[in-house]
């Protein structure tokens, strides 16, 4: 496929109206309505701007992407790599109620817009051999001769998973902000809680169940060479409190995204560790 002008939103002029046409990219932790709005459990805070994330290797990342367009008009959307062959990348559509069952889309994704919005779960997967760099990732909407697109660039990170992390926690209620799953999957390190891993079949909490336990992985992988004190205070202190009484006691975050403070460290800890 060629690559075409990078635009993440445009202003068309269809029929005598002024339409936008727009793709946007969101993190695991903000959940998206039917409308394309985040959800309130997730609202609180400023949503981080998704354009040059980090991502581990031998892991997977996840993020919501959001189409809109006119109702009544066709659409197509793809996913472009640069340069191709290191990602393995799986769409999935988002369901319409309870913003967190997942359904897999084969691209390209085509239809005719029923709503003026799509939203879908990408799930991109990097193995342990891909190569420390950068990588391209477009997500591409057109419909008729318009194209838009959302430019990513991976940033594919020394940080590896450890081979078949084991899944911890429980699925927060879907009224819940999404990072009190991610939490779920992080008390059993921090606090010794145990939480007997629940299951609903195929969800959003379920995949951020699974990135939030590579973390805990990747935590204990950092302990070989950084020492337990320092992995856990670090995280610690990503969180926002002194020590882990003050945060097994009772924690609370002031937005959902704040947990991508634990990601963000363990992925620098790892950059010291080369």
């Given amino acids: 496929m060629s690559w075409r002008p990078l635009t993440i939103a445009a202003f068309l002029y269809w029929g005598g109206l002024v339409c936008a046409q727009e793709i946007q990219v ?116 057109n419909s008729g001769d318009r194209w838009i697109i959302y430019p990513l660039e991976l940033r594919l990170q020394p940080a590896t998973i450890p081979l078949s992390p084991i899944t911890f926690g429980q699925l927060a209620p879907l009224a819940a902000p999404s990072s009190d799953t991610a939490i779920s999957a992080l008390d059993p390190y921090l606090c010794g809680k145990t939480h007997k891993a629940t299951e609903s079949g195929l969800s959003l909490r379920n995949l951020i169940r699974r990135n939030a336990s590579q973390d805990v992985a990747l935590a204990k992988k950092l302990e070989i060479t950084h020492g337990k004190d320092k992995v856990r205070a670090g995280i610690l202190k990503a969180l926002g409190v002194p020590d882990a009484p003050s945060w097994c006691g009772e924690h609370k975050m002031a937005s959902p995204e704040d947990y991508l403070k634990v990601r963000d460290f363990l992925y620098k800890l790892a950059i010291e560790a080369q």
């Fill in 26 to 141: 969101y993190s695991e932790f903000r959940r998206l309505g039917a409308d394309g709005r985040i959800i309130e459990a997730d609202r609180a805070g400023k949503p981080r701007e998704i354009l040059s994330p980090a991502i581990p290797r031998n892991g997977f990342a996840t993020f919501y992407l959001m189409v809109r367009g006119e109702p009544g008009n066709s659409y197509h959307v793809y996913l472009g790599e640069n340069p191709e062959g290191i990602l393995k990348t799986t769409l999935y559509r988002v369901g319409t109620g309870a913003a967190d069952t997942l359904e897999p889309v084969k691209l390209p994704v085509s239809g005719i817009l029923a709503e003026s919005t799509l939203i879908f779960a990408l799930d991109v997967w990097t193995p342990a051999t891909a190569p420390v760099r950068r990588v391209r990732l477009e997500a591409q909407l």
